[in-house]
């Protein structure tokens, strides 16, 4: 071969290559797996968009940048799955964005209104899950990590978009979001940011609610157990300090929740020797608001406590024979189902519409309530141990005094299964 025609091959190489992967990438963004180009949008064909399983913060950020919304929702995998933007109680709130994402904690909530706020996006609501197991100490502090090399924001945000073309995981992705157009049971994400956890429904069929409960114990009881009994993390309280005082200085309406935890979960808490702290978490909450309100006297910010024992929360676990029996507000005991979420929504906006029997059900957090929110629980443990023994037979028999804001307490070694 001439060196002519060996340079022939090459640019015929090249040409080859550069051609591929520009079919490559016109695939991808005409399917458009992660919602990013709006080319085609079509059903049957691409509207339905498959959960997201990489960039998940990048993706959500570019959604909530374009959309510009009015209100916007921030946490962890609960309130992903748990609060849809398109609830009937935040109609009136205008356009919304779930930007929660599972497994993050408040450095990712704060980090993401800090982007919109520097776009220059202003919602004018913000709902803001708190996650009591992010404020936690490790039992075991882990060992120092040197630093990670430093990114600029422009490098970081340019790999990521190149990668969300010109990649064999993002045409995978294309092809999957083909594959799910028609199936109803597929992990999906709506336009808005919400996960409505449709995979579960072949995890129920197959295996039923009991051993899910059961499964989401087993891991739930294994994290906990890594967890220092002996004070929360002060770092964290300064973190929650500094994004109050970001989101209050927009005017925004910050309404803070403390998500609604299955009664299985509160009886872990428990089990553990986290309740002293559970309590002293929604006292240092407290308190957090009011160092806010101190520099902005006119913040408008409410803490809601949607834990406790109350009818929604010792909702019945099916028994493991009952396949077949369904629940209405928890998929498991990590996580509540959108009709719970869509009721923790409506008391957050009009707190004043109380469904009949709905109780004490997200009750305002302030110094003035919180020994009667600690009364509250109490009351409803009460109940909720007569109808449902078997949560709470795991673990030594607990009184007023030793879970519900005394001094003392009994932990136990019990395996939750």
């Not at 994402?101 to 913000?126: D, E, K, N, W």
């Not at 009591?132 to 990521?160: E, H, T, Y």
Request: proline share 5%.
């Amino acid at each position: 071969m001439t060196a002519s025609s060996f340079k022939s091959y090459l640019a015929m190489l090249a040409l080859l290559l550069a051609g591929g992967a520009m079919l490559v990438g016109a695939f991808v963004v005409i399917v458009d797996p992660y919602g990013l180009y709006g080319v085609v949008r079509r059903a049957g064909f691409n509207a339905v968009k498959p959960g997201l399983s990489r960039y998940q913060n990048q993706i959500k950020q570019e959604h909530a940048l374009r959309r510009r919304p009015q209100f916007i929702i921030l946490g962890n995998s609960r309130a992903e799955i748990g609060f849809d933007p398109r609830a009937s109680a935040l109609a009136a709130l205008g356009a919304g964005y779930n930007l929660a994402i599972p497994g993050t904690g408040l450095a990712t909530s704060a980090s993401q209104f800090a982007q919109l706020r520097q776009a220059g996006i202003r919602p004018r609501t913000v709902i803001v899950g708190l996650e009591f197991i992010d404020f936690l100490n490790p039992a075991v502090a882990p060992a120092a990590r040197p630093a990670p090399a430093g990114v600029s924001p422009a490098q970081g945000r340019a790999d990521w978009r190149f990668d969300a073309i010109f990649s064999l995981a993002s045409v995978k992705d294309a092809v999957h979001t083909l594959r799910i157009q028609r199936d109803g049971e597929a992990a999906t994400m709506s336009a808005d940011g919400f996960n409505p956890l449709q995979e579960y429904g072949a995890h129920v069929r197959r295996d039923g609610y009991h051993k899910m409960f059961a499964q989401r114990a087993r891991e739930s009881a294994a994290n906990l157990g890594r967890k220092s009994t002996r004070g929360l993390a002060t770092d964290d309280f300064l973190a929650l300090r500094a994004f109050l005082l970001a989101m209050a200085a927009t005017q925004a309406d910050i309404k803070l929740v403390i998500y609604p935890y299955h009664a299985q979960m509160l009886a872990m808490f428990e089990a553990a020797g986290l309740w002293p702290l559970f309590d002293e978490w929604k006292a240092q909450l407290v308190l957090a608001i009011g160092d806010v309100r101190v520099r902005f006297p006119h913040a408008r910010i409410s803490l809601t406590d949607f834990s406790g024992y109350g009818a929604y929360n010792c909702e019945r676990i099916p028994a493991a024979n009952e396949r077949d029996a369904a629940t209405r507000w928890y998929w498991e005991a990590g996580h509540f189902k959108k009709a719970l979420g869509d009721i923790v929504l409506q008391r957050l906006i009009a707190p004043q519409e109380i469904a009949a029997g709905d109780g004490q059900f997200g009750m305002p957090l302030d110094g003035a309530s919180l020994a009667a929110n600690r009364a509250r629980i109490a009351q409803e443990r009460g109940s909720c141990a007569a109808a449902q023994p078997r949560l709470f037979s795991n673990q030594l028999p607990a009184t007023q005094d030793s879970h519900f804001g005394g001094r003392t307490h009994t932990q136990t070694s019990a395996t939750y299964k």
